[in-house]
């Protein structure tokens, strides 16, 4: 696997997590070159998983999706990149185990999943995500959502990047 950092093609494997029943293997590798840490994915062709969409559409499940949201939610918070790998680990593992009968999600099913995580993380990107991903009505609604996360609490990002 090219080394998205260095590009670098030798890395080693120091990971190897088999998910959603054996349907996908996920690696967590190791640069050879520079020692960063990436992941990678291994999934059976033939029977994607699928989004279901607002308009009632279906598309298969795109993890880079996921990243891109996490990324615009995160822009200019004090979020290690890892932190947002892991996140997005999760979210495609937990995506995988809540849709495992159908083989598909709603994309607000999936959007709760990301929330959950960000709120744990940042309050300022989860509000930016929840704004999106929820299409608030009006104003009251977008403050009964801070509120929430004021009982909620949140985990300094460092916890979550550790490992
Ligand atoms: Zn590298």
């Keep these: 696997m090219r080394c998205p950092l260095c ?13 959603a029943e054996g349907g996908a293997v996920r690696r967590r590798r190791e640069c050879s070159g520079c020692g960063y840490r990436f992941t990678s994915y291994e999934k059976v062709e033939d029977k994607p998983f699928m989004v279901i969409k607002h308009d009632g559409r279906r598309e298969p499940f795109d993890r880079d ?5 996490l990324d615009r939610a995160i822009r200019k918070r004090p979020i290690p990149m890892l932190a947002i790998e892991r996140i ?15 083989r598909e999600l709603s994309s607000a099913a999936i959007g709760e999943i990301v929330l959950e995580k960000l709120s744990k993380l940042d309050r300022v990107a989860y509000i930016r995500y929840a704004s999106v991903c929820r299409r608030f009505e009006n104003l009251d609604e977008f403050v009964e959502e801070i509120r ?11 916890k979550l990047a550790r490992g």
């Design 65 to 69: 999706k996921i990243e891109r949201g």
């Design 88 to 102: 997005a680990n999760e979210v495609v593992d937990e995506t995988y185990r809540a849709g495992s009968l159908a």
């Design 7 to 19: 590009g670098n093609v030798e890395d080693k494997v120091i990971e190897t997590r088999t998910l």
């Design 148 to 158: 929430k996360l004021e009982t909620v609490g949140s985990e300094p990002p460092t």
